[in-house]
C-alpha cells in the first residue's frame, strides 16, 4: 500500500539554526499538510498546500516557517531560526483529490522528532 | 470555531473487555467530516475511519465500531474484545471544508491501555 514518507525520522539542532523536513506525499495526491505534536500533547494544524501554493494555515504557521515543492514529488517544510519550543513530532500527509462530495482521508506519514537544543 | 472534546484522558482495560472511546465535537457549519486516528507507542498516525455530516449510519468493522449522533454532536468509538495491540492513543478529528479540502481539528486524544 502506497504511503507518505517522511525523512529524517530525527532531526537534533541547536537552537537558532534552520532546519528542513522532508516528506514524499503519496504519488497521485494532490494536497498535502505538515502538522506537528509536541509530546504528550495533541495534533495541531500547521498548513496545508494545494497547486503549488498554501490554501490555509494555522496561527503556529508565522514567518519562521515556509514550506516548498521542489519538485515532483518531494514536499518540505523549513523552520528557521529555530527555537527551543519548536521541538515536536512534525507530520507529514497527503490526500487524494476530493471525489464526488466530501474530503478524503489525509494519510500520515511517521512523522519527524525534532529536538531543538 | 470549530472544537473536538475528548473527555477521556486515559482508559484501562483488561484484555478481552469491550471499550468505548467518546467523542464529541463543536461545529456551525452542516457540511463536515469526523475522523478517527491510532496512534501507537511507534508514534505514527493510522487513519480508521472518516464519516460525512449526512451519513449518520452506524459503521462496523470487525471488532471496531462507530457511532454517530448529530443530536448529541457525538462520534464513539467503540473496541469490541480488545486485545493488547490496541493499546495506543485514539485521536478523533473534525474537518469542515472550505472550497479545498479541510484541515483536521483533533483532540486531545485518549490513551488506551489493554492489558493481559
Known amino acids: 500500500e502506497p504511503e507518505v514518507t517522511q525523512t529524517p525520522s530525527h532531526q537534533v539542532t541547536q537552537m537558532g539554526q534552520e532546519v528542513i523536513l522532508r516528506c514524499v506525499p503519496i504519488s497521485n495526491h494532490l494536497y498535502f499538510y505538515w502538522y506537528r505534536q509536541i509530546l504528550g500533547q495533541k495534533v495541531e494544524f500547521l498548513v496545508s498546500f494545494y497547486n503549488n501554493e498554501i490554501s490555509e494555515k494555522s496561527e503556529i504557521f508565522d514567518d519562521q516557517f515556509s514550506v516548498e515543492r521542489p519538485d515532483g514529488s518531494n514536499f518540505t517544510l523549513k523552520i528557521r531560526s529555530t527555537k527551543l519550543e519548536d521541538s515536536a513530532m512534525y507530520f507529514c500527509?497527503?490526500?487524494?483529490?476530493?471525489?464526488?462530495?466530501?474530503?478524503?482521508?489525509?494519510?500520515f506519514g511517521d512523522g519527524t522528532r525534532l529536538s531543538i537544543l | 470555531a470549530q472544537k473536538v472534546t475528548q473527555a477521556q484522558t486515559e482508559i484501562s482495560v483488561v484484555e478481552k473487555e469491550d471499550v468505548t472511546l467518546d467523542c464529541v465535537y463543536e461545529t456551525r457549519d452542516t457540511t463536515y467530516y469526523l475522523f478517527w486516528y491510532k496512534q501507537p507507542p511507534s508514534g505514527e498516525l493510522v487513519f480508521l475511519i472518516r464519516?460525512?455530516?449526512?451519513?449518520?449510519q452506524n459503521e462496523i468493522s470487525g471488532r471496531y465500531s462507530w457511532n454517530f449522533q448529530k443530536s448529541t454532536s457525538s462520534f464513539n468509538f467503540t473496541i469490541t474484545a480488545s486485545q493488547v495491540v490496541d493499546s495506543a492513543v485514539y485521536f478523533c478529528a473534525l474537518s469542515v471544508p472550505r472550497g479545498s479540502q479541510g484541515n483536521l481539528i483533533f483532540g486531545k486524544g485518549t490513551k488506551l491501555s489493554v492489558k493481559p
Open positions: 500527509a497527503s490526500s487524494s483529490p476530493r471525489q464526488g462530495y466530501g474530503d478524503q482521508p489525509q494519510h
Open positions: 464519516r460525512n455530516s449526512f451519513d449518520e
